[in-house]
């Protein structure tokens, strides 16, 4: 499953299936960024970062692709799993203070 | 979430009222970050501290609005004549140094705050 542009807030997927959530940034001068997963009453997870001098960086089952031409920032997921229902955000940094987008919520069915 | 925390994790007060929301940073951490998160949003920066200092105070409204970071203790976040628009989970988060960009903040599980 995917999710396309800044304000489509949520992804149905299927388990097993990979699933990419995007996000659009504002901040030319941001060269910090972050996922986040966020449960029900809990606080934000940290996921993955990249920094701007990268395009990609991988980790467990997850992915960050960034594209700074367009100022796009994407996360894949792989396999899918129910734990991973959540509402996903990401951030951006230039310095000390992080800019939240908006969030994406990911529903994962069996 | 681990090693920041926060409370209490749920504080009603009527309008009119103070919030006080506590936080306690991770050892050895003497940078204090506060963020708000209303209903179906991402969260907003308020305020970033040091112990005994202020040092951005940017996304706090100017009016009712105020934080402290003492030498001894944790932060507090007050929220003075809580009005039903302060309603929202507020969640802190810390560092050993000032981030600048080159490593995640880790926030702790967050204070929802509501005003009847």
């Known amino acids: 499953g995917e999710s396309v542009g800044l304000h489509l807030p949520t992804l149905s997927v299927q388990e097993g299936d990979n699933s990419i959530i995007n996000c659009a940034y504002s901040?030319?001068?941001?060269?910090?960024f972050i996922w986040y997963k966020q449960e029900s009453g809990k606080g934000p997870q940290f996921i993955i970062d990249i920094r701007s001098n990268m395009d990609k960086r991988q980790g467990q089952r997850v992915t960050v692709l960034l594209n700074k031409t367009v100022k796009h920032l994407s996360l894949q997921i792989a396999a899918t799993q129910p734990g991973d229902s959540a509402v996903y955000f990401c951030?951006?940094?230039?310095?000390?203070?992080?800019?939240f987008g908006a969030g994406t919520t990911v529903t994962v069915r069996a | 979430n681990a090693g920041v925390m926060q409370n209490p994790r749920h504080l009603v007060r009527r309008r009119g009222q103070e919030a006080r929301l506590r936080c306690s940073p991770m050892k050895g951490h003497s940078h204090v970050y506060w963020y708000r998160q209303l209903p179906e949003e991402g969260l907003k920066f308020m305020v970033y501290l040091q112990k005994e200092n202020i040092i951005d105070e940017s996304g706090m409204p100017k009016e009712r609005f105020s934080a402290e970071f003492p030498k001894e203790g944790p932060s507090i976040l007050r929220i003075q004549q809580v009005v039903r628009g302060d309603s929202a989970a507020y969640f802190c988060a810390s560092s050993p140094e000032r981030t600048g960009g080159k490593s995640p903040l880790h926030f702790g599980n967050g204070t929802r705050l509501t005003v009847t």
């Open positions: 951030a951006e940094s230039s310095d000390y203070k992080l800019s």
């Open positions: 901040n030319s001068a941001s060269d910090y």
